[in-house]
């Protein structure tokens, strides 16, 4: 997202690897100020399957009735007619669990196992080679189209790589594809830099109880950040106190939710709690977008 989208709200929303392990997480904290910083903890689990996440086990009731066209598809790809087959390194991590079963369905005989390898292998090289990453990703879709973990690899890429069109896109066929919630974070801050938050709140809300409560969370400052866009910075507000910005164990999350809440109360006039929560901050990670400019704390380290 520009820095038009993040002045006063939640930028990149945070949390984001996909069940497939392509992508991972990393997203930026909020603010124009923090322009494009990206975390560290990317979240990408190559092997799939951590408790809230089984991407792309859905859509199978429709799969059966494509497997033709996509075997004449995959054959396509074969010949020549798609994306150029990218060097696919045999030793590359193995893709196991719900996103592991949704590409065998969904890929033609014999390429599931390829298929597999280019995401988990765009997961390894994304933040070094995005470019490469890409390659990867686009012949997997080539080759298996109807693969909802396929499709949830190349949005969660695009949204680390801030193309937020092909993120909202794919993401959207990853969601009608698996019939899951668990990346609509990711969605709606896409449709949201994108100038199209009509339907912020309805895909968080529709997240509740039916993804972790980390990416739920992740959700709400998204959300926060859209009422925030509007100029509705009191609601905004409003939202991230009843997510809870006193927790008794501090998450990664929780230093968004104080960097956005900084933004906010700095909008209200209230300067001084907009202190707190930028030191709050500094005391877990000083280096989070620019928490140590604001707080001037490079002025004190050269004195």
């Avoid at 709140?201 to 409560?213: F, G, K, V, Y």
Wanted: hydrophobic share 35%; charged share 30%.
């Amino acid at each position: 997202m520009t820095g038009e989208h993040g002045a006063h709200g939640a930028g990149r929303a945070g949390g984001g690897g996909s069940a497939s392990g392509a992508g991972g997480g990393g997203g930026r904290s909020g603010g124009d100020r923090g322009g494009r910083g990206r975390r560290e903890d990317k979240g990408g689990q190559r092997g799939g399957a951590s408790p809230d996440r089984g991407g792309g086990s859905g859509g199978r009731a429709t799969q059966g009735a494509e497997r033709g066209s996509q075997r004449g598809r995959g054959s396509a790809t074969r010949r020549g007619s798609g994306p150029a087959k990218p060097h696919i390194p045999e030793d590359a991590p193995r893709l196991t669990g719900p996103a592991w079963r949704d590409v065998q369905h969904a890929a033609p005989p014999g390429t599931g196992p390829e298929v597999a390898r280019a995401i988990t292998t765009a997961s390894e090289v994304l933040d070094e080679d995005p470019a490469r990453a890409r390659a990867l990703l686009d012949w997997a879709k080539s080759v298996a189209p109807r693969s909802a973990a396929v499709r949830e690899a190349i949005g969660v890429a695009a949204y680390r790589l801030d193309d937020f069109e092909t993120a909202a896109q794919e993401l959207s066929h990853y969601r009608r594809m698996s019939g899951r919630e668990d990346q609509n974070h990711l969605l709606a801050d896409s449709l949201r830099a994108t100038g199209r938050p009509e339907k912020v709140r309805e895909l968080i809300e529709a997240m509740q109880d039916r993804a972790h409560p980390q990416r739920q969370i992740e959700g709400w400052i998204v959300y926060a950040g859209a009422l925030a866009d509007r100029g509705d910075d009191l609601r905004a507000l409003a939202v991230l106190e009843r997510v809870g910005l006193e927790p008794d164990n501090i998450e990664p999350h929780h230093l968004r939710l104080w960097y956005v809440a900084a933004d906010l109360c700095e909008r209200l006039g209230e300067h001084e709690r907009a202190q707190d929560y930028l030191q709050a901050i500094a005391a877990f990670d000083s280096e989070l977008l620019d928490v140590a400019e604001r707080l001037h704390l490079d002025d004190d380290s050269e004195a």
